[in-house]
DNA sequence: TTGACATATTCCCTAATGGGAATATAATAT
DNA sequence: ATATTATATTCCCATTAGGGAATATGTCAA
């Protein structure tokens, strides 16, 4: 199999840039619509419209007719499967993060020194 | 051309649903090595070799060499970028989703109040 | 050394990506 | 009706992704 298509899953959606770029510009001014993100991405309007399918087809975006034009209005609520499992990181990078690992190290000096008279138990180790 | 290279783009990293495992099950017990991986996966170690390449390039995770084992260490840091990018949806997520049924969570009612009494800013037309 | 184990790399394949160009569809104006 | 504007879709193409299989590299043990 190749990828995990871009159109059933959020990180694939968001994994390109000028999709990320257009929610961007969609998360201020609820309303945008084609012409406008064309130029502001400077990208070919064929372009444009194409990522606009891909962030609605996972849901990122919702459409509004207003006369010819088509008003793109953000939903992210999609956004919410990332930012949990952003979430659960955390702890890991704030304040607790050097305090863990040095915790952390310290387990496994003590895990390598037992680990010299009782090899086959995996464990830490710098170098 | 097609999408920005996985091994320089973060987001693009964790736009694999295999790595996201990865990381998950480095993100606890910091070190582990291949095989334990490779058992947690159920897939194949190639794959999980060249997961971790990926993962390595872009700087999510480190390796420690400890006998013929390799123990890879999540470099949480790295998810910052995408971390801050979320944060900056954290203020709709709060004023404008608050009327959707966010959650069972205890806020929910909060924030509808707050809704109410600081009403909402420009919307779209309706179809 | 030989052999077993752990991990990485390479080659091959199919599927999917995203841009470009051209075209289709839709709404508005004259 | 025709022209013009706004947006979407289609076709083509070079690039890449990621799994499978085989192989290479590295490390330990006897």
Same mark, same amino acid.
């Given at each position: 199999?190749?990828?995990?298509?871009?159109?059933?899953?959020?990180?694939?959606?968001?994994?390109? *840039?000028?999709?990320?770029?257009?929610?961007?510009?969609?998360?201020? =001014? +609820?309303?945008?619509?084609?012409?406008?993100?064309?130029?502001?991405?400077k990208l070919p309007q064929p372009a444009v419209s194409k990522h606009l399918r891909v962030l609605r087809k996972v =849901?990122?975006?919702?459409?509004?007719?207003? =006369?010819?034009?088509?008003? +793109?209005?953000?939903?992210?609520?999609?956004?919410? *499967?990332?930012?949990?499992?952003?979430?659960?990181?955390?702890?890991?990078?704030?304040?607790?993060?050097? =305090?863990?690992?040095?915790?952390?190290?310290?387990?496994?000096?003590?895990?390598?020194?037992?680990?010299?008279s009782a090899p086959g138990q995996q464990h830490c180790s710098k170098e």
């Open positions: 199999m190749a990828r995990a298509a871009t159109t059933s899953d959020i990180f694939n959606a968001i994994a390109e *840039p000028r999709r990320r770029e257009i929610v961007d510009l969609l998360a201020r =001014g +609820y309303c945008r619509d084609v012409s406008e993100l064309v130029r502001k991405l =849901g990122l975006v919702t459409v509004h007719k207003a =006369g010819q034009r088509r008003l +793109y209005e953000l939903n992210v609520d999609e956004l919410k *499967p990332v930012h949990d499992w952003i979430q659960h990181f955390e702890q890991l990078w704030t304040d607790h993060l050097a =305090g863990i690992k040095e915790a952390a190290e310290t387990t496994a000096r003590d895990l390598a020194a037992r680990n010299r």
